[in-house]
């Protein structure tokens, strides 16, 4: 699968009106428990900050749109 975003691209869930801007940390391998494979270009880490707390979340490429507006420090 292609790659859509590269780490430091800021993104947001599809169709969720209130979901925060997060960051893309990067792309991390995910095993396939049926076949064994390793996905190495769909899941994505991303990070974003809520009342000062850093969090962190695994999601796959598909489920996520880039945003125009970039960079700096953010409240959510």
């Not at 292609?2 to 869930?13: A, E, P």
């Not at 995910?30 to 009342?51: A, H, M, P, Q, R």
């Amino acid at each position: 699968m292609i790659r859509k975003f590269k780490s430091g691209d800021w993104v947001k869930i599809k169709g969720k009106t209130f979901a925060p801007k997060m960051e893309v940390l990067k792309y991390i391998p995910k095993k396939d428990t049926v076949f064994g494979l390793t996905d190495n270009d769909s899941y994505l880490e991303c990070i974003w900050y809520k009342n000062g707390e850093r969090l962190s979340e695994v999601f796959h490429q598909n489920r996520l749109i880039k945003m125009t507006e970039t960079g700096g420090l953010y409240k959510t």
